[in-house]
């Protein structure tokens, strides 16, 4: 047993950025104590003991600790405010970017300012970019994405039945809760479409798309209602399936399409060499996530001139 090993805080709001913390943690040999709400929950639960979460507060916790890691959210003060803390306790502070977009949204408090933990980490060189360009005098660290990184393994070890039928394709559609972020960022009309428009445009087009039997799995996003979409079901005359807590790799294994709007779950679409389709529609805040593999629906339509 080491004495004396320093103890890491963890903090967490969203799924995206708890996926790369928590799978960062599983990695290291530190002692740690987690401070985690939201989706976030769910995610360290399935890896980490239930000795190691606090119901504390964010500044208990931080005292608690010699250093900080977060993820990082635009609409949870979880970890702004766990990074605040430890900066006025002189604390290492680490915060982990799991995404390609709003990313001075992820540092600001409510009164506007900038908080400047002592590193910033990224994961690929897409983000290393963008971060470069808006936190000129903040430390950028580029690692791997250890999220992505078991996904990889995964997805290389899957068993799962693959789709081996030629004449059926079969959809994963991927949700994501666009409105509550739009009403987060306080303007309904921030992204120019809202997520039941995005499927509705995926669903009303996707026969044009595809000239054969068609299959649709709808995966909600971890934080939204399990039946929020379950009005699809009598709206299209489609062979449509919500699915109920699947695994997302094997559903992505699974799938020979994955279509969402901007999320990550498209990524780990392209990891697997599936096809794969970003359903934002007309007039909708064009998908920032760069990865040249992800196709736009309103583009496939426009080469079927639909």
């Not at 010699?66 to 605040?84: H, P, Q, R, V």
């Not at 604390?91 to 001075?104: M, Q």
């Not at 081996?164 to 303007?187: G, S």
């Not at 901007?262 to 780990?268: F, K, P, Y």
């Amino acid at each position: 047993m080491i004495l004396n090993m320093p103890k890491v805080g963890l903090f967490s709001n969203d799924a995206g950025g708890a996926e790369i913390l928590s799978s960062w943690a599983m990695k290291e040999s530190n002692e740690f104590l987690i401070k985690v709400q939201g989706p976030a929950i769910d995610i360290f639960k399935r890896k980490f003991e239930s000795n190691l979460f606090t119901n504390k507060s964010v500044k208990e916790t931080v005292s608690e600790c010699d250093s900080i890691i977060c993820s990082t959210s635009w609409d949870s003060d979880l970890e702004k405010n766990a990074m605040k803390e430890a900066i006025k306790s002189n604390k290492k502070s680490v915060a982990i970017l799991d995404h390609w977009v709003n990313y001075k949204d992820r540092f600001e408090d409510k009164s506007g300012n900038l908080i400047n933990p002592t590193e910033i980490w990224v994961c690929d060189r897409y983000a290393h970019e963008i971060a470069k360009n808006i936190f000129f005098n903040s430390n950028i660290r580029l690692i791997k994405n250890p999220y992505l990184e078991s996904i990889k393994l995964q997805i290389l070890n899957n068993t799962y039945i693959q789709n081996k039928t030629k004449n059926i394709k079969k959809i994963l559609y991927v949700c994501e809760p666009i409105k509550d972020h739009a009403n987060k960022m306080k303007n309904k009309n921030f992204f120019g479409y809202t997520e039941d428009e995005a499927i509705n445009y995926f669903l009303n087009n996707i026969k044009n798309i595809f000239n054969c039997k068609i299959e649709i799995i709808i995966r909600p996003h971890p934080s939204e209602d399990p039946d929020k979409y379950n009005w699809v079901l009598d709206a299209f005359d489609l062979d449509i399936v919500i699915s109920k807590d699947e695994n997302l790799v094997n559903q992505i294994c699974y799938a020979d399409i994955v279509v969402g709007c901007e999320s990550m779950a498209l990524v780990v679409g392209v990891l697997a060499e599936k096809q794969v389709i970003s359903s934002i529609p007309n007039g909708g805040k064009k998908c920032e996530l760069p990865h040249k593999e992800i196709q736009s629906l309103q583009y496939l339509l426009k080469e079927k001139n639909v």
